[in-house]
């Protein structure tokens, strides 16, 4: 009854397709009706629920580092480096909120599921330094400026 292009989705680890289609162009008049052109697809629920739970389940970080922007004057200086941490090799995400509050960046930077979350504020700017947060157990240091992206690459090697 397919009359062209057909697809069919499948998933990992799942029998058979999640989802399937395509062109139906002589199916209406198979069926008594008038000749139409048509398509059409279906999906799979009873498959695709058993995914969505194992996706909920897992623990899936956005990003490795979160980069926190603690006053907008410092936003260039903030892009810059998270620039220079992706060039390192780690995925790296900048708070775009409008919130320079610390508790508002630390709660993002959760959802994000970063392991670590730079710090650039008045002080560390002063000091030439950021401060790394580890995410899991709350330890902070500071690290030269200049140096952030090497040693954000080494600890999420």
Known sequence: YYTGIIFEVTAPGMPGSIASGGRYDTLISRLGGKDASACGGSLGIERILPLLQ??????????????????????????????????SGVRTGVYLGTSGKFA????????????????????ERDAGTVTLRDMATGDQDQVPFDQAPEELARRCA
């Open 104 to 123: 508002k960046q630390m709660k993002w930077a959760n959802e994000q599921g970063a392991r670590f979350c730079v710090i650039y504020g008045a002080a």
């Open 54 to 87: 194992q996706a909920e389940s897992d623990s899936y970080a956005q990003v490795d580092v979160a980069v926190t922007v603690m006053d907008q004057d410092f936003s260039s200086e903030t892009f810059r480096l998270a620039a220079e941490i992706r060039r």
